[in-house]
Nanobody
């Protein structure tokens, strides 16, 4: 199984931007779909976006469509990004990346086998 590490979280004002990175070790993303999820205390983990490495196809939740962009680093097939623009206080959460070796564009937590430890994003109003 590939291991995942997220980075890039932090504190930002509403309307600002952040870019999160998900880096793989012990393998590459070539045979995976990579998803981003987020979670706030007391709530279920929520799907944000996904990208299938093999064809670059992407999928977004309605809550982030048009504001977030998921992309891959074609020079390094071990890095996936999510560019988050026009951030809102309700985007505050711990953000996780996850890998699906079956290469679905799944939106459910159990579609994904490997998870990172998460990175905190806080958006102030």
């Amino acid at each position: 199984q590939v291991q995942l590490v997220e980075s890039g979280g932090g504190l930002v004002q509403a309307g600002g931007s952040l870019r999160l990175s998900c880096v793989a070790s012990g393998g590459t993303f070539g045979d995976y779909t990579i998803g981003w999820f987020r979670q706030v205390p007391g709530k279920e983990r929520e799907f944000v976006a996904a990208i299938r490495w093999s064809d670059g196809r992407t999928f977004y939740s309605d809550s982030v469509k048009g504001r977030f962009t998921i992309s891959r680093n074609n020079a390094k097939n071990t890095v996936v990004y999510v560019q988050m623009d026009i951030l809102k206080p309700e985007d505050t959460a711990v953000y996780y990346c996850a890998a699906d070796p079956q290469r679905r564009l799944g939106v459910r937590v159990y579609d994904y086998d490997s998870w990172g430890q998460g990175t905190q994003v806080t958006v102030s109003s």
